[in-house]
């Protein structure tokens, strides 16, 4: 059983229900029926607000157990969207296909190569208009400094930590921008948030950003 499977098995809602302020924000800038793909959605927090507006929406995740229970939401709630277990890094996102794609608070748990595979796949399948949202942790989260003391560091910002196999990345404002040459940016920030969604309240450095593709 994987880390994040162990993780969902715990807790009836590992990361809460609240909705990324800036997709609220923002949620004008599509059409109504407009698609949206959530990579590594959890139990679908992101991924409920935009079905709930009539968006037709797939979530993806790899843990089963998160899928579960996002599909038990949305009976709940009264809304459908597709949900699929499967692993980021080999599920195929189809060409020019969503108007947003979302990538929240995951992209920091592979290897730098597999983040590059994520954004390239995530900005194929934009059509041209669309947009990509990515929140993730950056050098300034706490987090860094404990796996500069724990964990092997084998890259800039990554660490692998062994107790579990698996990596951890952090990233600068620089770096994450750079996957996005040519895109709009419609939103970026950095910030210090105290963090009162799941578990014990605690601090993460936060890199936000919104891009939309542009033509060309």
């Known amino acids: 059983m994987n880390s994040w499977e162990k993780a969902y098995r715990k807790t009836d809602n590992l990361w809460g229900d609240r909705v990324d302020r800036s997709l609220i924000e923002y949620s004008s800038l599509l059409n109504d029926g407009d698609p949206v793909l959530d990579l590594g959605m959890g139990e679908g927090r992101n991924a409920h607000y935009f079905a709930a507006k009539g968006h037709p929406v797939t979530g993806v995740d790899y843990s089963s157990s998160a899928v579960r229970r996002c599909q038990e939401l949305c009976i709940e709630s009264g809304f459908e969207m597709e949900t699929i277990v499967a692993d980021m890094t080999q599920f195929p996102v189809p060409s020019s296909s969503y108007s947003l794609i979302i990538i929240s608070n995951v992209l920091n748990f592979f290897h730098p190569d597999e983040i590059q595979r994520i954004i390239q796949k995530a900005i194929s399948g934009l059509v041209v208009g669309g947009m990509i949202y990515i929140q993730a942790f950056n050098r300034n989260d706490p987090a860094y400094a404990r796996n500069e003391k724990m964990a092997k560091k084998v890259d800039q910002g990554t660490f692998y930590r062994e107790k579990n196999d698996t990596y951890i990345h952090f990233f600068t404002l620089d770096s994450l921008l750079d996957y996005f040459t040519g895109f709009e940016v419609l939103v ?29």
């Open 188 to 216: 970026v920030t950095e910030s210090y948030r105290l963090d009162l969604t799941h578990g014990e309240p605690h601090h993460h450095g936060i890199i936000e950003m919104l891009v939309r593709k542009q033509a060309g």
